[in-house]
């Protein structure tokens, strides 16, 4: 599976940005898909993950980003969407996509996730 994060940028504080992991090789409906990220100095972090075809489409996120950040999935396209809202200076870093067939309890653990898109930077100005 080969993945392609898209979409980071610099943006103000308070304003929206909306990622985009495509996947080729592999539908996501199959996997669960999770996004992470990861600023300077910082180990990567759990964002947020939507559950494959199977579970229903489930999601989860961080506290840290509850209520501001949402995942979708289009299957057609097969792609899976981060929108972000609300944004803050702390969410600024590196955003991962990737994907695993573990268990849905474990969807929160980067190290359960076996293939990573290349990444993507944002950057919220304050």
């Known amino acids: 599976v080969q993945l392609q994060a898209s979409g980071g940028g610099l943006v103000q504080a308070g304003g929206s940005l909306r990622l985009s992991c495509a996947a080729s090789?592999?539908?996501?409906?199959?996997?669960?898909t999770g996004w992470f990220r990861q600023a300077p100095g910082k180990e990567r972090e759990f964002v947020g993950a939507?559950?494959?075809?199977?579970?229903?489409?489930?999601?989860r996120y961080a506290d840290a980003v509850k209520g501001r950040f949402t995942i979708s999935r289009d299957n057609a396209k097969n792609t899976v969407d981060l929108q972000m809202n609300s944004l803050k200076p702390e969410d600024t870093g590196v955003y991962y996509c990737?994907?695993?067939?573990?268990?849905?309890?474990?969807?929160?653990?980067?190290?359960?996730?076996?293939?990573w898109g290349q990444g993507t930077q944002v950057t919220v100005s304050s």
């Open positions: 990737a994907v695993t067939q573990i268990v849905w309890a474990y969807a929160d653990e980067s190290d359960r996730y076996t293939y």
């Open positions: 090789g592999r539908t996501f409906a199959n996997f669960h």
């Open positions: 939507i559950a494959r075809s199977a579970y229903g489409r489930s999601t």
